[in-house]
């Protein structure tokens, strides 16, 4: 008796077969990326998705596709892209039902976020680590329904974070610019370089200053103070709280600029192409070049066996797609669950040592 073919040898055949009808002419060759997401080769992919698509939800928020979703865990456990996420969230299965989700934790350097839905009785993804993902290796975003959202191919295998080696974390490219590299101190942002010329510069901000506000925002982090510097427009002025060595704390007055242009990144990196709007930063990385829509970040990545090797996180540029290795997830899913990483919030406070009502100043004065 002949062996059943796997999953993955069936997929195979059929992919190989379909590369070869492709690559019949100059034509087709030129239209790669039209012909690999076309609905007959995309069809050939249903079976590496079948099962994990009924581990795959599809987020909305206030009534809008925001991300896709990974169910880890058999009781409303489900992963996805935390920077999209916002107002009434629902998770939609591919059997049709919803739940209303609450977001109980989240890892900024990794942008993650765990939701929590009232069910019972799901299917958890099937894991595999990501150095199995070879580069050149086919790989497919599932979705909740038959279709893969999208197919590729592994281009770099999973790699650290090196500066310069990743888009910058946010695309806000008409936002106002302050100029200054930060870096977390403990519940606030430390300035570790300020940029000649530029308006933090002109307005007196030194390296090692810790910022703790912007105007009346508290900044959490460095990447608090990069998403609330974001939300203003160049000659904009804003206030920010410093506490510089052992002195008081301060407020130094900025007036915000233009983005330089070397900071822009290359345009043809966005020619028709949605990038992702948190897209760099990743501590890790496995990059694709599959054609992923922003809103289909936070969903799996499988290989042709249907296992998980990554959850996708970003659409980086014209080829470049993100996922964050399968074994980064795993290792964060039991302080997400545990409470050990909280969703932030402006109400949290830094935490300080006890004073006497009567010696704590106000708030923000």
Known sequence: MRPIATVSQRVMLAVALAATLIWAGPIQA??????????????????????TSESTVRVVCDGKDAALGAVI????????????????????????????????????????????IEATGLKAVEWRDSKDAKVGRWV???????????????????????????????????????????????????VNQVEPK??????????????????????????????T????????????????????????????????????????ERMGSALSNRRGGFPKILQHDTIIKPADCGGPLVDLDGKVVGINIARAG????????????????????SGMLPPPSDEIEVKTPQVPEKKREPDGK
Not at 31 to 37: A, E, K, T, Y
Not at 92 to 111: M, N, R, T
């Open 229 to 268: 510097i974001q939300k203003y427009r160049p000659g904009e002025e804003v206030t920010l709280k410093v506490k510089r060595g052992d002195a008081e704390p301060m407020e130094i007055k900025a007036k915000l600029d233009k983005r330089p242009a070397k900071l822009l990144g290359n345009p043809q």
């Open 73 to 116: 865990g058999p009781d409303g456990w489900i992963i996805t892209k935390a920077s999209e996420l916002r107002g009434t969230i629902m998770c939609k299965f591919k059997d049709g039902k919803e739940h209303s989700a609450k977001i109980v934790g989240i890892q900024p350097e990794y942008d993650l976020a765990l939701l929590k």
């Open 198 to 227: 530029s308006p933090a510069d002109k307005a007196g901000v030194k390296v090692n200053d810790i910022i703790t506000r912007i105007n009346d925002k508290k900044v959490l982090g460095a990447e608090s103070m990069i998403n």
């Open 140 to 190: 497919a975003s599932a979705s909740p329904g038959d279709d893969p959202v999208a197919i590729g191919v592994v281009s770099v295998a999973t790699r650290p974070l090196v500066l310069g080696d990743q888009p910058p974390k946010n695309l806000a490219l008409d936002s106002g610019y302050l100029g200054v590299g930060l870096e977390d101190a403990m519940g606030a942002a430390k």
């Open 318 to 337: 014209r080829s470049e797609s993100y996922a964050i290795p399968s074994e980064s997830v795993r290792e964060l899913l039991l302080p997400l669950m």
């Open 30 to 51: 030129q239209q790669n990326d039209q012909l690999r997401n076309s609905p007959k080769i995309v069809k050939l992919f249903r079976p590496a998705v079948a099962k």
